[in-house]
């Protein structure tokens, strides 16, 4: 009981400050874990060769489709806070404008929005995001390579890679607690 009224008060920018690190951490860490599994996944004929430190396009992928998840976690106007506090900070951390940052950003949502079509599901368009910007097609065999369409064994693997970048809200609120 008393764990309850120990929580932490956060500010939206505590929170943004959080949030940047704990993925740019997760990020540079897990980027070589996740190059080694492509290179050596058995539905390529070739590997692939992703260096461990080409991680700005996972990078990237891996924002958009936490930003996805923003909505759901805040309420509307804090949501909007946050992200605007998030896109100073990364436009900094980039060395670009924040207006750059921002079409950049919804840029790579269009783009996993438009290789995830149908699909809603944002564990499977950062997984095919991922698929295409770093033109996996090149390295299938050819019945995938012809259809331009990842080989959903692959897509299956890369869905579990994808779920360990995604924040915990959950974990994070049971420590922290947002002021109003």
């Known amino acids: 009981m008393l764990g309850l009224s120990l929580k932490r008060k956060l500010t939206d920018n505590q929170v943004a400050n959080i949030f940047i690190n704990a993925l740019f951490d997760t990020i540079d860490n897990g980027f070589i874990e996740v190059a080694n ?43 909007v806070r946050v992200e605007r506090l998030i896109f100073q900070k990364l436009s900094k951390i980039y060395n670009i404008t924040e207006g750059e940052f921002t079409k950049l950003i919804r840029e790579y949502q269009a783009f996993i929005t438009r290789v995830n079509h149908p699909s809603k599901n944002m564990i499977y368009g950062m997984s095919k995001a991922v698929f295409h910007k770093y033109h996996l097609n090149d390295f299938q065999d050819e019945y995938f390579k012809r259809m331009q369409a990842p080989n959903p064994l692959f897509l299956k693997r890369m869905d579990e890679v994808m779920t360990n970048f995604i924040w915990n809200w959950d974990a994070f609120f049971k420590k922290f607690k947002l002021n109003s």
């Open 37 to 79: 599994m492509i290179n050596e996944d058995v539905v390529f004929v070739r590997s692939p060769e992703i260096a461990s430190e080409s991680n700005a396009e996972f990078g990237l992928i891996v924002i958009v489709g936490n930003l996805s998840f923003l909505e759901s976690t805040f309420d509307p106007e804090q949501a």
